[in-house]
């Protein structure tokens, strides 16, 4: 557990339009999909993903389906919608501009200012 | 659009509820099933899978809540649980809800029925297109709106400020359709009438200015819609059938809408028909008589850009002129115009008064449930405080209480505002149909509207909110660990509280209204009971119109002999009198200028008296009961033939001769310079209204003066239906086809004590409302009183106490806090009568019974309102109190 890290608050959103991103997807896939993506560093509360996914469809950036799963059980599958899909795209670039950020401010040395 | 999306998302969201509920239960079970797959490959039994799926995913609840609340359905999935929640608290509490409901539906009810009263009556304009702009022309000193014919065309004519100005009378007429005569009341109207108020006919046409050429030129009438549905039964062919009105055949041409009913608020005449042919109605003619005021009213909508003002300013210049241009028929009385629909001030000012009144009154007593259950309430509240400490020691937020408390709160001021709200529109139904007065077309148009309905659910919520945030404060100031530690809290001590401030408030709002009430009864059964100077206790009024019947000039009086004759037959009957008009039972009085013998410019600004005018048969006086003080009755040879006679009342020999002494044998001037001689003087009475000055009062011969429209005083001992049949027998001997209406005198005054009937009935409800509102709070107070105090009551009574005292310890803040607040309310109550002595005559507080009445009523209340809780006190048993603890 200790190697897990802990998200960091409002990313979950981020993990789940990247997951669901690759295609369709239940519940339990996505999870099991961002513990891949990210080689199992990240440890998602299996609780906290569904308030998520709902959030999610509600703000219009995921649509669901009820199918059959990869273990033939009904399940719900989520997959991004246009503006999902857009949103993606914003964030993934806010993200990349702030890791940047954060990442220059922490290695500057006291000579370079 | 977004935010449309959203907005029905949670819609659905609150809607789909359950459904939504079952398909994240769904999901979520799938999601573990998965786990428990994947658990399973990895080599634990199915049963032991599931089993550890279930635990990592952790609170299905909780995480259940968490997705309605990120679905949206927050708000929703919230209050409905706070319902759910609040029906299981009020079903465990049933006698508090009962409670709480009834006084609620009691007080949002009162209001609804007041404000559905207020809005039709004062707040909603007539029902005819452009209502804004439509005014009708009063005198300031009385409110009448009376004209003569002759001037109301000039004024019509001369005006620069109206569009068009309409002019109508009210007149009673046989209508005629083939089978007997019916008594009906019609609005003989000028020929524009429809046109000026913009009304479009039901069916067929109405007349219009251009169907008027001079006298009798339109035999036309319009009948009401509900008139047609009762009389026609909604027979479109009525469209130029000839029916016989008084004798003389008029054509119907068209329906009005069943929307309007001419333009005075509480009249629903039966049908309209062309001024222009009132001779056929009345008998004779008074379009040329500029001085008979006879036109009821005038009216029409100003032109665009003037005000009231200027066209008040316009109207009365013209009216100047006429006194200029016609000092011997028309006296200038300052104008000003007014609305039409309660004629002007002289309904409009008692109406508002008494409406608003009545809604303050209503409003006090919505505020007093709401104080009421506040504190019942803040008891409960109170008593849920361990509860209360517990759910903000498991982490609720105080705002989640205090939610929780409002939804219950308002759950039951809607409840109580629902069933308030059916009981007053039952009440509304039945008034909008009751006929108060059987012989006129009259109705109290009150159905509710929307605006009704909207009222009554904002009475509600604000009344749920208002007692709701009683028990706020003490939620804030709730500390968890205090309670929890402690159990029980400590007692207030002797403060006064908040709460006792409430409780003497409604207290005091009761005795007002109880105090008023009965003072109100009290002036009722006083007026009932004083001298109108004539007794109307087993007398008859048998009122015939000949002119209906087809009797005209000489006919009439030997008709109206004859009808005398045959009644006076009857066995029982002790005296019969004829007169226009009986005192007291209709506004309409004729009235007569009289001038003393020395004047000899008979104009009316010097005339010596304004007098009330009775034409009567030698037996009237005798009939009436009016008492003889000096001089003679008329005889049968005070006919036409004889010199002029007149008997007098008091007042007017004071005011025409200086003193009732010797005025008998003196002469008067009528206004065509006749001089009448004086013959007999009676008391003075009460004629148009209870609440009037002594008038002065003229009694003159039937035989020398002639009228048609007569009533007939029949006085009798007996039984007043037996009477009744026999006279209508008599009556219908003499001539099949007259048309009569019986009614006793007594009952015939329930006109004039109207608004005093309505007066005492509105505040006897009110105050049977306050009463119950004071029990309940009285009740509420001190049985939270006695349970808060239960274990001390206990202990005391181990300790030898007596029931005087336990009764004494238990409820002596109530008796002392209802003391206090009867007499504050008492004493309010004295006050606020004055207003009340405008609507009921002699209406007086100081009354030694209207006083004992309120202590005594005060008091009962208090017994009864303290009775549950002192059982309760005194069947404390102090073994079983010990022990619970």
Same mark, same amino acid.
């Given at each position: 557990m200790a190697d897990q890290a802990q998200i960091l608050p409002g990313t979950l959103d981020l993990l789940i339009l990247r997951a669901v991103s690759l295609g369709p997807l239940h519940g339990y896939g996505i999870l099991l999909r961002i513990g891949q993506m990210s080689g199992n560093a990240l440890l998602i509360e299996q609780g906290a993903l569904y308030p998520g996914l709902f959030r999610l469809v509600r703000q219009g950036l995921l649509k669901t389906n009820w199918g059959t799963s990869e273990n033939n059980r009904k399940a719900k599958f989520y997959e991004l919608t246009a503006a999902g899909r857009k949103r993606l795209r914003e964030e993934t670039a806010n993200w990349n501009r702030l890791v940047t950020a954060i990442a220059s401010a922490l290695a500057i040395q006291p000579e370079e200012i | 659009m977004k935010l449309l999306d959203s907005l029905r998302f949670r819609v659905a969201a609150l809607f789909h509820h359950s459904e939504m509920n079952a398909e994240m239960e769904e999901e979520l079970r799938s999601h573990i099933e998965h786990r428990a797959d994947d658990l399973e490959r990895s080599g634990l039994s199915r049963a032991e899978a599931l089993r550890r799926a279930r635990i990592e995913f952790g609170g299905l609840e909780r995480v259940g809540e968490e997705c309605h609340e990120a679905a949206g359905g927050n708000l929703g999935g919230t209050l409905f649980r706070d319902l759910q929640f609040a029906f299981r608290l009020l079903r465990k509490s049933p006698g508090f809800t009962v409670v709480a409901v009834l006084t609620l539906a009691l007080a949002i009810g009162a209001n609804t029925v007041v404000f559905a009263a207020l809005n039709a009556i004062i707040l909603r304009p007539l029902n005819v297109p452009r209502a804004d702009s439509l005014y009708s022309i009063h005198r300031i000193s009385d409110n009448s709106a009376n004209w003569s014919y002759p001037n109301y065309l000039e004024l019509r004519d001369r005006n620069r400020s109206f569009e068009d100005l309409a002019a109508f009378n009210i007149l009673q007429a046989g209508l005629d359709t083939g089978d007997n005569p019916d008594r009906s009341w019609l609005l003989a109207v000028s020929g524009n009438y429809f046109d000026v108020l913009g009304i479009q006919p039901h069916l067929g046409r109405f007349f219009h200015g251009s169907d008027e050429r001079g006298p009798n030129s339109a035999p036309y009438i319009v009948l009401s819609n509900a008139y047609w549905h009762s009389h026609f039964h909604d027979d479109a062919g009525v469209v130029g059938r000839v029916v016989q009105v008084n004798k003389h055949p008029f054509t119907i041409l068209g329906v009005a809408p069943p929307s309007f009913h001419g333009t005075i608020l509480f009249f629903n005449p039966d049908f309209y028909l062309p001024m222009v042919n009132q001779e056929q109605i009345e008998g004779t003619s008074v379009l040329n008589a500029r001085a008979n005021r006879w036109i009821f009213m005038t009216m029409g909508h100003l032109k665009p850009g003037v005000t009231p003002e200027q066209a008040g300013a316009d109207v009365n210049s013209i009216s100047a002129y006429f006194e200029k241009a016609y000092p011997k028929d028309f006296a200038h009385k300052t104008l000003a115009l007014a609305r039409p629909s309660l004629y002007g001030d002289f309904l409009g000012k008692p109406a508002r008064a008494f409406l608003t009144a009545l809604m303050v009154l209503a409003g006090l007593i919505l505020l007093a449930a709401c104080a009421n259950l506040g504190s019942l309430f803040a008891a409960r509240a109170a008593d849920r405080s361990r509860e209360v400490a517990l759910r903000l020691a498991l982490g609720a937020t105080r705002t989640r209480v205090i939610r929780q408390l409002f939804t219950e709160a308002v759950l039951i001021s809607l409840i109580g505002g629902a069933v308030g709200l059916w009981g007053s529109v039952l009440l509304l139904r039945w008034l909008a149909t009751w006929q108060p007065f059987p012989q006129f077309p009259i109705n109290v148009p009150v159905s509710p509207d929307t605006t009704v309905y909207v009222v009554a659910l904002l009475l509600a919520l604000f009344s749920g909110f208002l007692f709701g945030s009683v028990p706020v404060r003490q939620v804030l100031r709730t500390s968890p660990y205090e309670i929890v530690k402690s159990g029980s809290r400590t007692t207030h001590g002797r403060r006064i509280t908040g709460r006792d401030i409430l409780v003497v408030a409604q207290i005091s709002i009761c005795a007002v209204l109880v105090t008023s009430s009965i003072v109100a009864v009290r002036g009722l059964t006083h007026s009932m009971r004083s001298? /109108?100077? /004539?007794?109307?206790?087993n007398v008859m009024l048998v009122n015939t119109i000949l002119d209906m019947a087809g009797y005209r000039g000489d006919a009439v009086p030997a008709m109206q002999k004859r009808m005398s004759d045959a009644i006076e037959t009857i066995p029982g009957v002790t005296a019969v009198g004829l007169v226009n008009g009986a005192p007291l039972t209709n506004g309409d009085l004729e009235g007569a200028i009289v001038f003393r013998e020395e004047t000899t410019d008979l104009k009316p600004a010097n005339a010596a008296a304004s007098a009330v005018l009775f034409k009567t048969s030698p037996g009237y006086l005798r009939a009436a009961g009016t008492s003889l003080l000096a001089g003679r009755q008329f005889t049968e040879q005070d006919d036409k033939n004889a010199p002029p006679v007149a008997v007098i009342n008091q007042e007017f020999a004071r005011k025409v001769f200086g003193s009732v002494d010797g005025a008998v044998g003196r002469t008067y001037k009528r206004r065509d310079g006749t001089r009448v001689q004086v013959v007999g003087v009676v008391e003075d009475g009460k004629y148009e209204n209870l609440t009037e000055n002594t008038k002065a009062a003229l009694y003159v011969p039937i035989l020398q003066s002639g009228t048609s429209d007569t009533a007939m005083l029949v006085r009798f001992s007996g039984d007043p239906q037996q009477f009744a049949a026999a006279i209508r027998g008599k009556l219908h001997e003499l001539d099949p086809g007259l048309p009569s209406f019986l009614q006793t005198w007594s009952d015939a005054l329930g006109l004039i004590l109207f608004p005093s009937r309505v007066a005492a009935v509105s505040l006897g409800l009110l105050g049977i409302m306050g009463a119950m509102l004071s029990i309940t709070g009285i009740f509420g107070m001190a049985a939270y009183s006695v349970s808060k105090r239960l274990r001390e009551l206990g202990i005391r009574m181990a300790l030898g106490a007596q029931r005087r005292e336990v009764l004494q310890a238990a409820l002596g803040r109530a008796f002392r806090l209802l003391a206090f607040g009867s007499v504050a309310g008492l004493i309010l109550g004295i006050l606020a009568t004055r207003v009340l002595t405008f609507i009921v005559y002699q209406a007086t507080p100081r009354d030694p019974i209207v006083l004992a009445g309120a202590v005594v009523a005060m008091s009962l209340l208090g017994l009864l309102a303290t009775w549950i809780p002192a059982q309760r006190a005194l069947r404390v048993d102090p073994l079983i109190l010990l022990r619970e603890e």
């Open positions: - | 001298n /109108f100077g /004539f007794e109307p206790r």
